[in-house]
């Protein structure tokens, strides 16, 4: 009779076992490259070039769901706000401390809540309401995911998803100070499919106020801008005056400011 050593058994099951994942793991990866091919997404958006090959698979198929077959699309810019890339940029990464100096500015009644890495909850205050999510962040190249819903006077409630792709550029003011240049492209994708279409049909007429609609949070962000380069000032002083930022973010925030020229004396006054 013939006796099989128990460690020759072990050695064969650990390299059934280990062939069995390999194969499994194969499999998943050719699973999701192929999920992946079947989300395309064009890199030149209005005119300019965004690196989607670097999108993950499941980004990739978020960006393409919307993009690749849209309800209504339009685009926004170049928008020139007067401050340097650094400031425009530290506000698009601090959405709340966006919300709170709008509100405390009379310019809307935004808030913003943290939902994780690069996402974040969104109230306009005028009916719609979402999650926002950046999906990648390449150089002077933003993509962001948003997943809300509208309520208004026409229907009770519009569920959609959107996609915004964001260019920055640097430039200069005409007093030669530093600037950017902001040029965005939306695409909105509505869950009601009759609705949808009706909205398709009535594209022409109602595709800007959409985009209008869609990219008001950047557009406030813009003006944002703009008032801050007028009175930095203005807005180191109200800064203590907010405890829904925290105290390192405004340390962070002040000292960009600090880096900006005097205040002008006919900037923008902030409401109390």
Same mark, same amino acid.
């Given at each position: 009779?013939?006796?099989?050593?128990?460690?020759?058994?072990?050695?064969?099951?650990?390299?059934?076992?280990?062939?069995?994942?390999?194969?499994?793991?194969?499999?998943?990866?050719?699973?999701?490259?192929?999920?992946?091919?079947?989300?395309?997404?064009?890199?030149?958006?209005?005119?300019?070039?965004?690196?989607?090959?670097?999108?993950?698979?499941?980004?990739?198929?978020?960006?393409?769901?919307?993009?690749?077959? $849209?309800?209504? /699309? @339009?685009? *926004?810019?170049?928008? &020139?706000?007067? =401050?340097?890339?650094?400031?425009?940029?530290? +506000?698009?990464?601090?959405?709340?401390?966006?919300?709170?100096?709008?509100?405390?500015?009379?310019?809307?009644?935004?808030?913003?809540?943290?939902?994780?890495?690069?996402?974040?909850?969104?109230?306009?205050?005028?009916?719609?309401?979402?999650?926002?999510?950046?999906?990648?962040?390449?150089?002077?190249?933003?993509?962001?995911?948003?997943?809300?819903?509208?309520?208004?006077?026409?229907?009770?409630?519009?569920?959609?998803?959107?996609?915004?792709?964001?260019?920055?550029?640097?430039?200069?003011?005409?007093?030669?100070?530093?600037?950017?240049?902001?040029?965005?492209?939306?695409?909105?994708?509505?869950?009601? $499919?009759?609705? /949808? @279409?009706? *909205?398709?049909?009535? &594209?022409?007429? =109602?595709?800007?106020?959409?985009?209008?609609? +869609?990219?008001?949070?950047?557009?406030?962000?813009?003006?944002?801008?703009?008032?801050?380069?007028?009175?930095?000032?203005?807005?180191?002083?109200?800064?203590?005056?907010?405890?829904?930022?925290?105290?390192?973010?405004?340390?962070?925030?002040?000292?960009?400011?600090?880096?900006?020229?005097?205040?002008?004396?006919?900037?923008?006054?902030?409401?109390?």
């Amino acid at each position: 009779m013939t006796v099989r050593r128990t460690d020759d058994i072990r050695i064969g099951s650990d390299s059934a076992g280990l062939t069995l994942a390999g194969l499994m793991l194969g499999l998943v990866l050719s699973a999701t490259t192929a999920w992946a091919d079947n989300c395309p997404v064009a890199a030149e958006q209005g005119r300019i070039t965004f690196p989607v090959d670097r999108l993950d698979s499941v980004s990739r198929c978020l960006v393409s769901y919307v993009a690749d077959s $849209p309800t209504t /699309s @339009g685009s *926004v810019g170049p928008v &020139r706000i007067p =401050v340097p890339q650094y400031l425009y940029e530290f +506000l698009l990464d601090h959405p709340s401390l966006i919300a709170a100096l709008v509100r405390k500015m009379g310019m809307g009644n935004y808030e913003f809540a943290d939902k994780g890495p690069n996402r974040f909850w969104g109230n306009d205050g005028d009916g719609t309401q979402g999650l926002l999510s950046l999906l990648q962040r390449e150089g002077t190249t933003r993509i962001y995911h948003i997943d809300g819903y509208h309520e208004g006077h026409v229907f009770p409630m519009v569920r959609a998803k959107a996609v915004v792709f964001l260019k920055i550029a640097q430039t200069a003011s005409p007093d030669g100070h530093p600037a950017v240049d902001t040029s965005l492209i939306a695409y909105t994708k509505l869950n009601d $499919p009759v609705l /949808s @279409g009706l *909205v398709w049909v009535l &594209r022409p007429l =109602v595709g800007d106020a959409v985009t209008r609609k +869609l990219t008001r949070g950047f557009d406030v962000t813009n003006q944002l801008g703009t008032a801050i380069s007028q009175n930095p000032d203005r807005i180191i002083q109200e800064l203590p005056t907010l405890p829904s930022i925290a105290p390192q973010e405004q340390r962070a925030f002040i000292a960009l400011l600090q880096t900006l020229p005097p205040a002008n004396p006919s900037g923008p006054r902030l409401t109390p």
